[in-house]
């Protein structure tokens, strides 16, 4: 299994990365994304830090891979429901486990998590 220090090492260059790289220096303003299922729901989410998301992304009514739109706003009258955010590199560690989930983490993606009700 992939060690702590190591996990942080590449935890670092990503923050270094993010800081300095144009690839992260995106606008995150109105930043929705829609995945579209074949049931036809559409599952609408927002980018709270900028980061990698998947093409595929788990329709939230469903459960089947539903596809991205590209921040394409199909949808301009719902809400996000869901939100992707950069792991913190605590809650990296505990994704020791799942090794695809953190390659992807430390690669620059974002996970997803359910927008509470404020
Ligand atoms: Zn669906």
């Known amino acids: 299994m992939i060690s702590q220090r190591e996990i942080e090492r590449r935890y670092n260059k ?8 144009d690839y992260y220096k995106i606008d995150l303003t109105n930043r929705v994304n829609c995945y579209v299922c074949d049931c036809g729901h559409i599952t609408k989410t927002k980018d709270v830090d900028a980061g990698v998301t998947p093409f595929f992304h788990r329709c ?17 009258n719902k809400q996000p429901t869901e939100e992707w ?13 799942n090794m695809d989930l ?8 974002l996970d997803v998590r359910k927008i509470k009700n404020r």
């Open 14 to 21: 990503l923050l270094r990365d993010v800081e300095t790289d």
């Open 60 to 76: 939230e009514r469903c459960g089947v891979p539903a596809k991205s739109t590209f921040y394409k706003d199909i949808a301009p």
């Open 85 to 97: 955010y950069r792991p913190t590199l605590k809650e990296a560690f505990k994704m020791r486990k």
């Open 102 to 109: 953190l390659d992807h983490v430390l690669n620059g993606g």
